[in-house]
């Protein structure tokens, strides 16, 4: 077996050994044919997996799209209670100081017995 130097997975030659129980090695004859058929059929599950892939990731994508857009739409109406509640808050405070200011106002013009 001779291994070749700078890629990630050494190279083994063809002919490879194999240990019987008996730890005797036995040497098997390189093949002449490669099986096609089963390299054929991983390429086309590896594809179909890749379109299953991508069409989840776009189904995905989609979906954080609206999410997205659902967000903003909270956002917006977040910022509008917001204001509206500070709207409503000074307006409270304008009329209780209304009412304080009529309570002075008849505490003077009360005539005291």
């Known amino acids: 077996m001779q291994l070749a130097m700078g890629g990630s997975m050494p190279h083994v030659e063809p002919a490879t050994s194999t240990r019987t129980t008996d730890d005797e090695v036995l040497l098997r004859a390189p093949s002449s044919t490669y099986d096609w058929e089963r390299l054929d059929r991983a390429v086309r599950a590896l594809v179909t997996q890749h379109e299953s892939l991508r069409d989840e990731l776009s189904s995905l994508r989609a979906d954080l799209g609206a999410r997205n857009q659902r967000i903003r739409a909270l956002e917006v ?3 509008d209670a917001n204001q509206r509640r500070q709207d409503t808050s000074k307006r409270l ?3 209780i100081a209304q ?3 009529l309570d002075a106002q008849l505490a003077t ?3 005291e017995e």
């Open 77 to 79: 109406q977040l910022l």
């Open 93 to 95: 405070d304008e009329l």
């Open 109 to 111: 013009a009360e005539p």
């Open 99 to 101: 009412l304080d200011q």
